[in-house]
Nanobody, 114 residues
Framework: VQLQASGGGLVQPGGSLRLSCRAS????????MGWYRQAPGQQRELVAL???????QYADSLQGRFTITRDATKKVVALQMDRLRPEDTAVYYC?????????WGHGTQVTVSS
């Protein structure tokens, strides 16, 4: 199983971006999927999480600006990021618990700057 992330880039403050992550390969047991981020000089932190049943969890600092979703195959997770702020600048990583193993996608850079 591999996680393939897409999206990210440069956006002005107040703008939006959408990240997507797809799990490739055969998966028999599905667990949580989510997004983490790591800003320069800081620890990696949880941004949002979605369970196989669709329950969601968000970092308190987001204040309702991000939305995590998962498709019907349970292998694709997306993060819609609205009203982006400069402090959202970071490398974003997809994470998944699949077949009782933890997987990480490659990081994708999100830069919020005017």
């Amino acid at each position: 199983v591999q996680l393939q992330a897409s999206g990210g880039g440069l956006v002005q403050p107040g703008g939006s971006l959408r990240l997507s992550c797809r799990a490739s390969g055969i998966v028999l047991n599905f667990g949580d999927m989510g997004w983490y981020r790591q800003a320069p000089g800081q620890q990696r932190e949880l941004v949002a999480l979605i369970t196989v049943g669709g329950a969601t969890q968000y970092a308190d600092s987001l204040q309702g600006r991000f939305t995590i979703t998962r498709d019907a195959t349970k292998k694709v997770v997306a993060l819609q990021m609205d009203r982006l702020r400069p402090e959202d600048t970071a490398v974003y990583y997809c994470n998944a618990d699949l077949d009782y193993q933890e997987y990480w996608g490659h990081g994708t850079q999100v830069t919020v700057s005017s």
